[in-house]
């Protein structure tokens, strides 16, 4: 049995420690406003970032203060969080302790671990260099420079073949991202980048979405996949199922179709390569050294605790949990999604808060684990998945309505819009999706790299 101890008459106000600012990290700062609690939240960035617009970024859609925002300013009106941009590099459950990159060790009497996910190669690392994934602003900005270079190499090749490398796009993954990425490439390839090149069509560009199941958007109904598939196609993106990514390289990609005697390897041509295929749980999983799923993600209780310690609290994209579905009997494991981080943070933030209660602290309490499906485990609530392939195009599933085309369309940017972090990311989001309807530009095309200082040379002095 998990046995919480309390210290008993504690001199300070409990202290909770969060690590990871992204969705379900703020989530949970935001739901202990107010609470007697000294909180401290941990993050290696300074900025609480709005992933899913992330791909528009890395086209050169939207600017990067437009979806992210400084975790200080977010947090200046909460007197009880202090803010430390800093790494975490060790946990000792025993002690309550962390420790810190920078040589502190913070002690807690609570600790919430929202720590997110990072890109999977499934054990083909090397791949990394060659098929960036898409999980930070640093990654967005090398694939913008990356996307836009192709271009510019290609006009400055002398050699056709040369120029086809460079304006081959390959996305490997056909979920939400892949898919996103794979039409945006082609509305740029196609419409933004129009007339403005002299040796080459930008038009001519060709983008492939690779994925390995047998249909685009996995998650979303049969309906709904064929619908997406379509106006993928519609907007010129080639789209191959059942396709086996075996090999990447500087060159291009190799991919496998079919199985045993009707296997046939094809080799694909292509200098840009994106990698939206797998996801892995953060590092700092293996840390509180407990079980872990395959991939890598930390095994939780109903409550969200780790085994053996209640006040040990993992949750998005870190926390493999299931949830009871509406029929109250049927479990079925939480996605790794951002409305998911946002319930987790508030559920933890609530546990932690009803064991402050008067009548339950401070006497120690012997809390068995909590079964997923048990009255008062956290429930997941599912309003819906979206996708949106490109302009007028997006596919919605809310359950009892499932709809695609433009109004689907209409829908994920009203949405993402009410979701954004702020007033002002919300007003320039919405001035530059309105501007890019009506003039099909992208005005955040600047690559900035940099550049090594020429040796100075020493002036030669007459007499």
């Not at 790494?87 to 302790?97: F, K, L, S, Y």
């Not at 892995?280 to 999983?285: F, I, K, N």
């Not at 050294?289 to 994209?317: K, M």
């Not at 009203?414 to 002002?424: A, D, M, S, T």
Request: proline share 7%; charged share 15%; aromatic share 8%.
């Amino acid at each position: 049995m998990n046995t919480f101890i309390s210290t008993g008459q504690p001199a300070a106000r409990p202290r909770v420690l969060i690590i990871g600012c992204g969705f379900g990290g703020l989530a949970a700062t935001r739901a202990l406003a107010g609470a007697p609690v000294d909180i401290t939240v941990i993050d290696r960035s300074n900025h609480h970032l709005f992933q899913p617009l992330l791909y528009q970024v890395a086209t050169a859609g939207l600017s990067a203060p437009s979806i992210a925002a400084p975790i200080r300013h977010m947090l200046r009106g909460q007197r009880n969080v202090t803010v430390l941009m800093v790494e975490v590099c060790g946990i000792d459950r025993q002690q309550g302790r962390v420790q810190l990159s920078d040589g502190q060790s913070l002690g807690y009497d609570y600790l919430i671990v929202a720590a997110g996910a990072t890109h999977s190669y499934f054990g083909r690392d090397e791949w990394a260099a060659h098929a960036p994934g898409l999980k930070t602003l640093q990654d967005a900005f090398a694939l913008r420079a990356r996307v836009l270079k192709a271009f510019e190499q290609a006009e400055s090749s002398p050699d056709p073949a040369q120029q086809r490398a460079c304006l081959s796009f390959v996305v490997i993954g056909a979920g939400p991202t892949g898919v996103e990425m794979a039409g945006t490439l082609a509305e740029i390839a196609r419409h933004t980048l129009k007339n403005e090149f002299r040796r080459i069509d930008p038009a001519s560009a060709r983008v492939l979405l690779l994925e390995g199941s047998p249909r685009v958007l996995q998650a979303l109904p049969p309906e709904l996949s064929a619908k997406a598939e379509a106006q993928l196609r519609a907007l010129g993106v080639e789209v191959r199922t059942g396709c086996r990514v075996v090999g990447i390289d500087a060159g291009g990609v190799e991919v496998q179709t079919g199985e045993g005697a009707v296997a046939a390897t094809e080799r694909i041509a292509a200098r840009t390569v994106v990698w939206a295929a797998g996801v892995a749980a953060s590092p700092l999983g293996r840390m509180l050294d407990v079980p872990l799923d395959r991939a890598g993600r930390v095994v939780v209780d109903g409550r969200l605790n780790i085994p053996g310690h209640p006040e040990v609290f993992v949750i998005g994209d870190l926390a493999a949990t299931q949830s009871r579905q509406s029929d109250g009997r049927t479990l079925k494991p939480v996605p790794g999604v951002s409305p998911a981080a946002k319930q987790m943070g508030a559920y933890a933030a609530a546990q932690i808060l009803q064991s402050l209660h008067p009548l339950q602290a401070p006497q120690a309490q012997v809390l068995p684990p909590l079964p997923a499906d048990a009255p008062g485990a956290f429930r997941y609530r599912d309003y819906g998945a979206l996708a949106t392939i490109g302009r007028k195009a997006a596919v919605a599933d809310l359950g009892f309505l499932q709809f695609s085309g433009y109004f689907a369309w209409l829908f994920w940017l009203f949405v993402h819009i009410y979701f954004l972090i702020g007033f002002r990311n919300r007003l320039v989001v919405l001035m530059d999706w309105a501007w890019a309807y009506w003039s099909f530009q992208r005005y955040a095309r600047v690559v900035a790299e940099p550049v090594d200082p020429a040796p100075s040379a020493s002036p030669s002095i007459k007499p």
